[in-house]
């Protein structure tokens, strides 16, 4: 991850979002593909169920914000 650049994109075209969706999709297969074999420990429980907590309120506010570009 880099934050900082994170910052840095303000808008994009159909096909850098199309990209970007595709990277979020296998981002996702790979952590449901590790899951089951993690070695589990209180320390990164805590971090993965943070991690879950944060995506949610990224993804809760990105639903609000569609509501108001999809006018």
Do not use: C, F
Request: proline share 1%; net charge negative.
């Amino acid at each position: 991850m880099d934050w900082g650049k994170s910052w840095e994109i303000h808008s994009v075209d159909e096909q850098q979002w199309n990209r970007i969706q595709e990277g979020l999709r296998n981002e996702y297969l790979t952590l449901l593909e590790s899951i089951d074999v993690i070695e589990w420990n209180e320390p990164l429980a805590n971090e993965l169920l943070s991690s879950l907590a944060h995506s949610a309120y990224h993804l809760g506010a990105i639903r609000q914000m569609l509501k108001v570009v999809k006018v």
